[in-house]
């Protein structure tokens, strides 16, 4: 069993900067991809960020530029930090992990373990 628990969500306003923390315990080998995914009211889960081990970041064109997802294998832990927020970042974000190594990286269907979320409100 793997568990992921994000924290550091909360309010932030346009322009400000935001960091996420997911926390994985349980049976975490192999664990090739862990990605940030966020979900906003009536809209589809989408990628925000991926990472391939420890090396290889992808981001949605959306975030790009301003966001950066890191991973610490000896803590578990993986980050996500974002500056210059806008009010569409306001959404459930999601850390998701999966031990696939290929595959799509931003496709939801292809991860097997999420964390229940945390709410990011960005106002303008």
């Known amino acids: 069993q793997v568990q992921l628990v994000e924290s550091g969500g909360g309010s932030a306003q346009t322009g400000g900067s935001l960091s996420l923390s997911c926390a994985a315990s349980g049976d975490t080998d192999r664990m090739f991809w862990m990605a940030w995914f966020r979900q906003a009211p009536g809209k589809e889960r989408e990628i925000v960020a991926a990472?391939?081990?420890?090396?290889?970041?992808t981001y949605a064109d959306s975030v790009k530029g301003r966001a950066t997802i890191s991973r610490d294998s000896a803590k578990k832990t993986l980050y996500l930090q974002m500056i210059r927020l806008k009010p569409e970042d306001t959404a459930m974000y999601y850390c998701?992990?999966?031990?696939?190594?290929?595959?799509?990286?931003?496709?939801?269907?292809?991860?097997?373990?999420w964390g229940r979320g945390i709410q990011v409100t960005v106002s303008s």
């Open positions: 990472i391939y081990l420890t090396t290889a970041e």
């Open positions: 998701a992990a999966r031990r696939l190594p290929g595959g799509r990286w931003n496709d939801v269907a292809q991860y097997n373990y």
